[in-house]
């Protein structure tokens, strides 16, 4: 099944297209940092994705990642609402020294509760207090409940790597086929 999204704000202007399940990736957004970690998570989740944008990183990375965690949100939850599907997915990843947990429920209440740091402030140029924003937006308009949780940290791109990957796990997971309803309220998504 394949989704396309075209978001233009005067901050960034992003398209995006996914393709489940798929294994292509094309990722074009100025930011190498955000685009390895994107990739990671979508080959993890077994989904193509061709991603295309641009902001105001003469700024900061600021609403680039934050708008890329909506669109990809806003497509997650296109692709999930109306089908039978297990709903719920986790993963406990480690990456050398580092480990995450990570558990979701695309719920249709969308939040993300994050705990744990980073051992640097920065990865290259990418400022790490925006993987909890792009992992909020991600959440807020996906409709999922998204704990992340890093237990263990030898270094941010390993710790950075862990979350982004075990997320992607976890999606494969709740995105999988199911022969039961996800929700007994008969209403989801």
Known sequence: MKKKIIRN???????????????????DI????????????????????????EGDTYVDYHHL???????LGQ??????????????????????GSLARVALDFSGRGRAFFS??????KCGDFDMEL???FFNGLAREGGITLHVSLLETDN??????????GVGMALRQALSSSEQQPSTKGLWL
Do not use: Q
């Not at 997650?76 to 993963?91: M, Q, S, V």
């Not at 744990?116 to 402030?121: D, I, L």
């Not at 941010?156 to 990957?165: L, N, R, W, Y």
């Open 30 to 53: 100025g930011c190498g940092f955000l685009a390895h970690m994107i990739d990671l998570m979508f080959s993890r989740a077994g989904i193509s994705i061709s991603l295309k944008a």
């Open 75 to 96: 497509i997650l939850r296109e692709t999930a609402k109306g089908k039978k599907i297990n709903r719920y997915g986790w993963c406990l990843l480690p990456m050398d």
């Open 116 to 121: 744990g740091t980073f051992p640097s402030e």
């Open 131 to 133: 993987v909890p924003e």
């Open 156 to 165: 941010s791109h390993h710790s950075a790597e862990a979350i982004f990957k």
């Open 9 to 27: 704000t005067n901050e960034t202007s992003i398209e995006l297209c996914i393709e489940s399940p798929g294994t292509e990736r094309n990722i």
């Open 65 to 71: 990642t934050e708008d890329i965690g909506i669109v």
